[in-house]
């Protein structure tokens, strides 16, 4: 019996692991970081024999809520990704499986590769709609790539989604994967229509070191980029300078920020009603956009998420408010569970990529609803 995570965005310490129904884990911290709940690891062992893993020391990590009802994914082929028998008792994760074939992959949720990563850009790129930009260098050397989606012209609205601030929040990406698919497809009339009125400009990854490394939330050095849009530096988040810096050239109309939330089982968005400029108009455009995601999809609610702030008391440094406000535009934080979705629960699955991308392609018809009001 064997386990390892050395490979892409693994993340696992073992304990001891000499009996399979006495499997004892920990998770790695982020570097430079105490922050740890992201896992991925690989067991090798005999198929249908019964294997108890239990990863310990769970109370001090970052979410402890977010264990509570969590069921861990699992899969042979790592395409595939199901749900297995997992148990919280307040410190430990418990989970129970008789694997079918000798080696099984664990996560926290569906991983997507910096290799996936890659071939998304490349896909993209093909489209003659797509332009893949190099914006610069991340701390461990890996490239900050935008795309930039319709031809530029003036009085043109400018959209900017970015995803995976938090790198073990892989459900961002693949929002961002179906979100693609569907703006690049030209037979789709709201594609078409969208990219008549809008130019995107698209960051599938904001932190690539992060995700390759197994981190849950921050990059190479230990810093969360979603607190560092206030004053972002090359030092320690040059992912956050050069997106910012890009912005300041295209100017933005509608932000979109896609991350995961470990807690809540729900899809949600949280704006910014505690910012100084928040306005009228602002609350007008945010009200329809939800308005029409929620006709959308069943997949989206506006019941439950976080509080909101009060007036003035938005935290500058967040990515959704620092836009927001510099910009005097509608922007949101996405947020999607890493357990399910409450209101449609799938036992078998949970919430899981194909529902990611779903939602990636319904979103566009909330932008839809809203573009010819952004300005």
């Given at each position: 019996m064997r386990i390892s995570s050395n490979f892409d965005s693994g993340n696992i310490e073992v304990i001891s692991a000499s009996l399979p129904d006495d499997i004892k884990?920990?998770?790695k911290k982020d570097n430079q970081s105490d922050f740890y709940q992201w896992f991925h690891f690989k067991l090798e062992s005999r198929a249908f024999l019964s294997h108890r893993l239990t990863i310990t020391n769970l109370k001090s990590s970052a979410y402890p809520d977010g264990w509570k009802n969590y069921q861990a994914v699992a899969s042979y082929d790592r395409q595939e990704w199901f749900r297995v028998d997992t148990e919280f008792d307040g410190e430990n994760l418990i989970i129970q499986h008789t694997p079918e074939?000798?080696?099984?992959?664990?996560a926290y949720f569906a991983p997507y590769s910096y290799e996936r990563h890659l071939d998304l850009l490349?896909?993209?790129?093909q489209s003659s709609l797509c332009q893949q930009q190099f914006l610069g260098e991340t701390l461990d050397g890996r490239d900050m790539s935008l795309l930039v989606i319709g031809e530029p012209e003036e009085g043109k609205k400018i959209i900017w989604v970015t995803a995976r601030q938090h790198p073990g929040e892989t459900m961002a990406e693949w929002f961002i994967e179906g979100f693609l698919e569907r703006l690049l497809d030209e037979n789709d009339g709201v594609a078409r229509q969208l990219l008549n009125k809008a130019v995107f400009y698209v960051v599938?990854?904001?932190?690539?070191?992060?995700?390759?490394?197994?981190?849950?939330?921050?990059?190479?050095?230990?810093?969360?980029?979603?607190?560092?849009?206030?004053?972002?530096?090359l030092a320690s988040s040059p992912e956050v300078f050069y997106v910012k810096q890009k912005m300041l050239e295209t100017g933005v109309d509608l932000f979109l920020d896609a991350h995961g939330d470990e807690a809540l089982p729900y899809n949600f968005v949280a704006g910014c009603e505690g910012n100084p400029g928040y306005s009228p108009r602002i609350k007008d455009l945010e009200d329809s956009f939800k308005q029409h995601f929620l006709l959308a999809t069943p997949e989206f609610q506006d019941i439950f998420g976080y509080p909101k702030d009060k007036p003035g008391e938005a935290n500058p440094t967040v990515a959704t408010h620092a836009v927001g406000q510099q910009f005097d535009c509608l922007a949101f934080t996405l947020e999607m569970p890493f357990k399910d979705n409450i209101d449609l629960p799938d036992s078998a699955y949970g919430w899981s990529p194909v529902r990611?991308?779903?939602?990636?392609?319904?979103?566009?018809?909330?932008?839809?609803?809203?573009?010819d009001m952004l300005r």
């Open positions: 884990l920990s998770i074939y000798d080696h099984i992959y664990f490349a896909y993209a790129q599938p990854n904001m932190n690539p070191d992060g995700s390759v490394r197994g981190h849950l939330r921050t990059n190479a050095h230990g810093v969360n980029l979603n607190r560092e849009w206030a004053n972002p530096s990611c991308k779903q939602l990636g392609e319904d979103v566009m018809i909330a932008m839809r609803a809203v573009v």
